[in-house]
């Protein structure tokens, strides 16, 4: 797990998602001359909030990665509550094709008031989308959709 950015929900959702490292924002890394992370063959998932700059920080996160030959297994696209705009979305959609698969995290007012969000009992649609993110993280460098859901490679609520 990294961020594309700080507050982007990184701790929290290595906390739902077992054996996940919480390795933080790289957003700090991007403009050193060296890779922000190594993975070593180990998916990706890079975090990320709702929200137009924070698409743009995802997108830059994502190109940095991939000159480092480092593949992005899932993006998380992950709600603060409020809506996503138009612009946002857009340079989500723009990114589908540059990472293995895009998951969109809905807003759980109960992880904001816990210390262990893996002791929160999450609604039917966060379940899917932290389920969604376990298996595309599973995946080898695949880009997996389910059938029916959203769209190609992405699944979650908006």
Do not use: Y
């Amino acid at each position: 797990m990294a961020g594309a950015h700080g507050g982007a929900g990184t701790s929290t959702l290595a906390a739902l998602l077992p054996a996940a490292w919480d390795m933080g924002s790289i957003e700090p890394l991007l403009e050193l001359d060296r890779a922000p992370l190594r993975a070593k063959g180990r998916p990706i998932v890079l975090a990320v909030r709702n929200t137009a700059t924070a698409a743009t920080r995802a997108t830059a996160a994502i190109g940095v990665l991939r000159e480092w030959e480092e593949r992005v297994s899932a993006l998380a696209i992950v709600s603060d509550g409020g809506p996503e705009s138009r612009d946002a979305t857009a340079r989500f959609a723009l990114l589908e094709a540059r990472v293995g698969g895009i998951v969109r995290v809905p807003h759980v007012r109960q992880l904001r008031l816990v210390e262990d969000p893996a002791g929160v009992v999450l609604p039917g649609k966060a379940r899917q989308a932290v389920e969604q993110l376990r298996r595309l993280a599973g995946e080898a460098g695949g880009s997996a959709g389910a059938a029916g859901e959203q769209g190609p490679g992405e699944v979650g609520c908006r």
